[in-house]
């Protein structure tokens, strides 16, 4: 969907993300939404795609099932776990920080920026919850693939200044 920020009359792309392999959303939010280049996705907890139903009784277990959700998100947005600019964790128990992080550790091997923080409660008693915030790796790829025909597409190169590979892609 395209948005004008009426202020500045810049406009801008916002795309909702959205897959049956990874959990439906359980209240009213997207799973994730990329503007522009940049994918925002939502808290993923570790919820069966299939069943809605918790996956595993462990940190460990759970965190496997968090980042498949999470795999499944970057996937249907033309991405993988790689150039992530920072998440956001947040654990039921700090204490179940070491065993979160060698699973955590097997997905982020570029080891982006990170918040974690324990909290009081997660939705549905889960155990952790993570987020994404990421860059796109192939932004034309994306563009051309989400229906942003040649004039945007070009538009848009010009506006964030990558004029070197213009002629060669349009």
């Known amino acids: 969907t395209e948005k004008i920020n009426l202020e500045t009359s810049e406009v801008f792309d916002m795309k909702k993300i959205s897959t049956e392999k ?12 990329v503007v522009n280049n940049t994918l925002f996705s939502s808290g993923q907890i570790a919820l069966d795609p299939a069943t809605g139903e918790i996956v595993g009784s462990t940190i460990e277990e759970q965190a496997e099932q968090v980042m498949k959700n999470l795999g499944a998100i970057l996937e249907e947005a033309g991405s993988s776990y790689e150039k992530t600019i920072k998440t956001v964790c947040f654990l039921a128990d700090m204490g179940d920080f070491g065993a979160f992080n060698e699973v955590y550790g097997k997905y982020f091997t570029e080891k982006p920026a990170r918040s974690c ?15 994404v915030i990421k860059i796109i790796d192939n932004l034309l790829s994306y563009y051309k693939e989400n229906g942003l025909e040649k004039e945007r597409l070009s ?4 506006r964030v200044g990558i004029q070197e590979i213009k002629q060669s892609v349009i």
């Open 155 to 158: 538009s848009f190169i010009d």
């Open 22 to 33: 990874a959990p439906a959303a359980i209240g009213p939010y997207s799973q994730g939404v």
């Open 117 to 131: 923080v324990a909290v009081k409660e997660l939705p549905k008693n889960v155990l952790c919850e993570v987020e």
